[in-house]
């Protein structure tokens, strides 16, 4: 089956430094990707899609230029949380998916990250 | 994209059949029926999709009413290894994107 990577899986950050993110498809090229995060107890929230050499589009209500994303291969994309505070502390979830945005696309999800920002 | 409504949470006895019930009374035409799960402290898993007719795989089968207002995921035999909280979701037809809801917690018990 695909796999998707996301590294790191877990990290702690001091408020005011900025925390890259990587998600990875190992095994099948990901044309689109979508990032979510959860808070505790919670359900997942869509923040963006990303699809590979275009800007991403982004939820309403979530900061572009805070989560910045990048999709620059179809193995990698990456978010970047800047200057991260105590309230961004959540579990960052990628997904990828190998058509660009079909209704019959299958999502592959990773693994996860867990952000703490003290 | 189309809303669903599941219970909060459901409780099955190990090795018997579980059926995870959804509401989607406002499904356009052209979507899907998605079912994820996820684990504690990990990224959701696929489970099954479909659209009008039921479905099956090796980890599950998808039954979808006619009018397609509603659908039921069919576990045949819970085991303890699939407590987690099932996730049904009308996909977008025109990007792809999910839009999770509060999904089920599915208790197993031995």
């Known amino acids: 089956g695909a796999v998707v990577s996301q590294h790191p899986s877990r990290v702690i950050c001091k408020s005011g430094t900025s925390v890259k993110i990587e998600c990875r498809s190992l095994?099948?090229?990901?044309?689109?990707m979508f990032w979510y995060r959860q808070f505790p107890k919670q359900s997942l929230m869509l923040m963006a899609t990303?699809?590979?050499?275009?800007?991403?589009?982004?939820e309403q209500g979530v900061e572009k230029d805070k989560f910045l994303i990048n999709h620059a291969s179809l193995t990698l994309s990456t978010l970047t949380v800047t200057s991260a505070h105590p309230e961004d502390s959540s579990f960052y979830i990628c997904?990828?998916?190998?058509?660009?945005?079909?209704?019959?696309?299958?999502?592959?999800f990773g693994p996860g990250t867990r952000l703490t920002v003290l | 994209d189309a809303k669903t409504t599941q219970p909060n949470s459901m409780e099955s006895n190990e090795e018997e059949p579980v059926h995870l019930p959804c509401n989607h009374s406002t499904i356009s035409g052209t979507d899907y029926i998605h079912w994820y799960r996820q684990l504690p402290s990990q990224g959701p898993e696929y489970v099954i999709h479909g659209l009008t007719s039921n479905v099956n795989n090796r980890m599950a089968s998808l039954a979808i009413a006619e009018d397609r207002k509603s659908s039921t995921l069919i576990l045949h035999r819970a085991t303890l290894r699939d407590a987690a909280v099932y996730y049904c979701i009308t996909g977008s037809s025109n990007t792809g994107k999910l839009i999770f809801g509060q999904g089920t917690t599915l208790q197993v018990k031995p």
């Open positions: 997904s990828a998916s190998q058509d660009r945005g079909k209704a019959t696309d299958t999502q592959y």
């Open positions: 990303s699809n590979e050499g275009s800007k991403a589009t982004y």
């Open positions: 095994d099948f090229q990901a044309t689109t």
